[in-house]
């Protein structure tokens, strides 16, 4: 059974700052691709930022130059320091860590951590 296990979420003012942290374990296969989605109230799910195997990110234009992945030192374990925050980066974060190989793919999903950036 894998886990994937969000934490760090929080209320904040804008300007603040906030980092979420998670952790994927019980998989089968490698996981390979780790990532960070938001949902806003209304709104789909959308890419905050992705991080892969050999150490590629992506990051959604609206973040960039103010959101920063990374990976932790545990296996599997990821970090999304959020700079700058604004009102509209209110939204509930999750996690996904994806296993990519020959002939399958499988995706897991946190439980979501809420982060509200109000004043």
């Known amino acids: 059974q894998v886990q994937v296990v969000e934490s760090g979420g929080g209320l904040v003012q804008p300007g603040e700052s906030l980092r979420l942290s998670c952790a994927a374990s019980g998989s089968r296969f490698s996981i390979n691709v780790m990532g960070w989605y938001r949902q806003a109230p209304g709104k789909q799910r959308e890419l905050v930022a992705v991080v892969t195997g050999d150490g590629s990110t992506n990051y959604a234009d609206s973040v960039k130059g103010r959101f920063t992945i990374s990976v932790g030192n545990a296996r599997y374990t990821v970090y999304l320091q959020m700079n700058s925050l604004k009102p509209e980066d209110t939204a509930v974060y999750y996690c996904?860590?994806?296993?990519?190989?020959?002939?399958?793919?499988?995706?897991?999903w946190g439980q979501g951590t809420q982060v509200t950036v109000s004043s």
């Open positions: 996904n860590a994806k296993s990519i190989g020959s002939g399958y793919e499988y995706e897991y």
